[in-house]
């Protein structure tokens, strides 16, 4: 099919150039003491939310192509919206309809998994929670299951305690249930040992991304693979002992940075450690997160870090549960299809020649650029487009509120500048990372930056005579803790929040108005940009958000 864009038969588009801001994580949510957006000084969003060019998304569930209105919308998702102008199903869904036809189970991944686990043990390992963003228990739950069905007497699993999609403090309930699953299926048949043998918080191991710190992916391959780390007998009884130590010297953790812990036997080793011939299945099925520990086990010639530092790297054979990066082919096997994405905004201009460029710093760089793309790594032409990363600090975001915005403003301003972009991208991040603390002090914080930023950018926009466009990919500050009984719960997790969606045009004359419906979401963003850079949209994108006289 064609990539060719019409031109719009009553609009050219601005002087100058277009920009998308993504406030990533700031939604909208009623006023009040645990909204951080609202309680933030940020006369700049005020003024955008106030103007007659703006409205309100959907950023989760069945609009971003996730199950259902009480599945939370996620970075991945939401880009993929905003770039592709459609609605794919996403994540959970995908996996739901799999396992719901059984066609999971037909893959020659799977069929290699069990007849490995048939000889030996086989792993799942993945993030141990009902929080439908990374990962699912019930997914775990019914992979468990058809192993048992199928033969297979050993079965380790390896939990990554959640605490930033679900509550703060909340891995007990899920190994209390994932035990009462084990213990069903130990019961059901003879031989059989299915138990957890390991596992620590999601952002303390395994679970990094976009190479940030390689060190928490070592530790957790050091833990699952060799048993490298503190010994319990039970997973309970590490959680309960490590939440114990943490209030007993106050910093009150909660379960996304706890470390790494082992389960041990009666002789005092590890229960699951990986040997020669095991299978590995990795059951997350969001991609960021899941690429650095894919490539630690999938990779011949790994260097990262030394995987035999404690014994040999096992031969074991590994299996994504989605194959998380399409062109870089990790991991190479997976048991379920990504959606393909085609046809996205990025390859329509540049098949009109439009130069543009994207830029955030690492925590979000993938999110403006891979997932942007329809999760596509590296360029669509070189040629008409520039990619700026620049490196987050490895640090606990709610200490640098600010993050790197100031620096992704500076540079954002230069390339606006220089005359040679008509279209930017760009994901201010603090929002959701600093939200994802839990710290509503270090949130607030972060709002009035993102403001003192937006200002900044709203000038050059005037001065230049472009467009800006300000949205988020979903809620997350908007929403910091719960209450009940006056007891506040820090909510560290995404929020099912609309989010806001302001065009700031200098030139405007009222050639175009506001369209936006009750089922308005992320999706329907592409058309609205294609047409204020004076494009007619693709006929099966998502209606645009403006309509013309």
């Not at 960021?288 to 086990?297: K, L, N, Q, V």
């Amino acid at each position: 099919m064609s990539l060719h864009l019409d031109p719009h038969p009553s609009f050219t588009g601005r002087p100058g150039p277009l920009l998308v801001v993504v406030a990533d994580g700031v939604g909208i949510a009623p006023e009040g003491p645990s909204n951080a957006v609202t309680e933030a000084a940020t006369p700049t969003l005020d003024a955008l939310g106030a103007s007659i060019l703006s409205g309100e998304l959907l950023a989760h569930g069945p609009a971003v192509g996730l199950p259902s209105d009480d599945d939370m919308g996620n970075s991945e998702v939401g880009h993929n919206a905003l770039g592709a102008g459609r609605i794919f199903a996403q994540g959970a869904k995908l996996v739901n309809k799999s396992l719901a036809s059984g066609a999971i189970f037909t893959t020659s991944a799977w069929r290699e998994a069990i007849e490995r686990g048939r000889t030996g043990t086989l792993h799942l390992l993945g993030l141990h929670s009902d929080g439908g963003v990374h990962s699912s228990t019930e997914h775990l739950y019914q992979l468990l299951r058809q192993a048992a069905s199928e033969g297979v007497a050993s079965c380790a699993v390896h939990i990554l305690h959640d605490g930033r999609d679900v509550a703060a403090r909340s891995a007990l309930t899920y190994i209390e249930a994932t035990e009462a699953v084990l213990t069903e299926i130990n019961q059901a048949g003879e031989g059989r040992n299915y138990r957890i043998a390991s596992g620590g918080g999601r952002m303390y191991l395994t679970m990094d991304r976009y190479e940030a710190d390689w060190a928490m992916v070592e530790r957790g391959y050091q833990a699952h693979t060799h048993g490298v780390g503190r010994s319990f007998a039970s997973a309970a009884e590490a959680v309960e002992t490590l939440y114990a130590e943490a209030d007993a010297s106050g910093k009150n953790t909660g379960d996304q940075y706890l470390t790494e812990f082992i389960v041990v036997g009666a002789d005092g080793e590890p229960v699951g450690l990986m040997n020669d011939g095991d299978a590995v299945v990795f059951f997350n099925f969001r991609g960021d997160r899941a690429i650095e520990i894919s490539r630690a086990y999938e990779e011949a010639d790994f260097s990262v870090f030394d995987r035999s530092a404690h014994r040999p790297h096992p031969q074991v054979s590994y299996a994504g549960m989605l194959q998380y990066d399409g062109d870089a082919f990790i991991p190479k096997t997976y048991l379920v299809e990504p959606p393909t994405i085609d046809r996205t905004m990025g390859e329509f201009l540049c098949a009109e020649g439009v130069k543009s460029f994207a830029i955030s710093e690492t925590q979000k760089f993938g999110h403006v650029t891979y997932f942007w793309n329809g999760n596509r790594s590296g360029y669509i032409d070189e040629s008409l487009e520039t990619y700026i990363e620049i490196p987050s600090d490895n640090v606990e975001f709610n200490t640098t509120p600010g993050m790197k915005l100031k620096e992704i403003t500076d540079e954002t301003i230069a390339m606006l500048r220089s005359g040679e972009y008509r279209f930017g991208r760009l994901n201010f991040p603090n929002g959701d990372m600093v939200g994802h603390t839990g710290d509503l002090g270090a949130t607030i914080e972060a709002m009035q930056i993102l403001d003192d930023c937006m200002g900044r950018l709203i000038e050059v926009i005037d001065e230049l005579d472009g467009v800006l466009v300000y949205t988020a990919d979903h809620g997350n500050a908007d929403v910091m803790y719960t209450e009940k009984d006056g007891v506040r719960s820090p909510k560290t997790s995404h929020t099912l929040s609309p989010v806001p969606f302001s065009i700031h045009d200098p030139n405007y004359d009222g050639e175009y108005s506001m369209a936006t419906g009750a089922d308005a979401g992320l999706s329907n963003v592409a058309a609205t940009v294609l047409n204020l850079l004076g494009f007619v949209a693709p006929d099966d994108y998502r209606s645009s958000l403006i309509s013309f006289p």
